[in-house]
């Protein structure tokens, strides 16, 4: 069965260093996400991706996020300059046209 | 915004009915999902409401009253492995961007 694959599974970076997050979505898929989850807390939102643009973004995803989608199959979140309190399970989902949005299983990042 | 509120845990008897209840306040309103989460893993889906009633999937029934802005996810037959963190989310757009309830942990005991 297609899944959302993610890499690293974990990442520890230190303050103000600059991560890379990798997705890659299931193949036939059409909208991608990106939502994080701070330990012990809710899933947020954090971008939508569609058509090869940003659809939408909550007020998390500031201008130290990025998203890119360089080829035809890798999804990226990246943080520009890392604070502690970015250090959440991230977690990229797509979906094809339905409902469903299908998970990845995250990536733990750990800024010290 | 989006603000959902759910019941922060529940414990039910294994082979019992357990029921999960959300109420909602959006700017927007598309429909109302739900998803599990074991610890340390991943969202997974279990169902989708768009309009008011009763969707059933297997062990698992979903409710939605738009009206009330309210929505319960049911699980009947409970068994062991359904002890989990329960999310219901709403999506107000196409683009099916997900707002997360503050989530339910379920534990089944024997």
């Known amino acids: 069965e297609p899944e959302v694959t993610q890499t690293p599974s974990h990442q520890v970076t230190q303050m103000g260093q600059e991560v890379i997050l990798r997705c890659v979505p299931i193949s036939n898929h059409l909208y991608f996400y990106w939502y994080r989850q701070i330990l012990g807390q809710k899933v947020e939102f954090l971008v939508s991706f569609y058509n090869n643009e940003i659809s939408e973004k909550s007020e998390i995803f500031d201008d130290q996020f990025s998203v890119e989608r360089p080829d035809g199959s890798n999804f990226t979140l990246k943080i520009r300059s890392t604070k502690l309190e970015d250090s959440a399970m991230y977690f990229c989902?797509?979906?094809?046209?339905?409902?469903?949005?299908?998970f990845g299983p995250g990536t733990r990042l750990t800024v010290t | 915004g989006q603000s959902l509120e759910q019941p922060s845990e529940v414990t039910a008897v294994e082979g019992a009915i357990v029921q999960i209840n959300c109420t909602y306040q959006t700017s927007g309103f598309y429909g109302l999902s739900w998803y599990q989460q074991h610890d340390g893993g991943a969202p997974t889906f279990l169902s989708y409401?768009?309009?008011?009633g009763l969707e059933e999937t297997g062990r698992f029934s979903s409710f939605l009253s738009r009206s009330d802005s309210y929505g319960y996810l049911l699980l009947q037959e409970l068994q062991m492995k359904d002890s989990a963190s329960y999310f219901c989310?709403?999506?107000?757009?196409?683009?099916?961007?997900?707002?997360f309830g503050t989530g339910t942990r379920l534990t089944v005991i024997p």
């Open positions: 989902a797509s979906r094809k046209t339905g409902d469903e949005q299908y």
């Open positions: 409401n768009a309009l008011d």
């Open positions: 989310a709403t999506s107000n757009t196409g683009a099916n961007n997900l707002f």
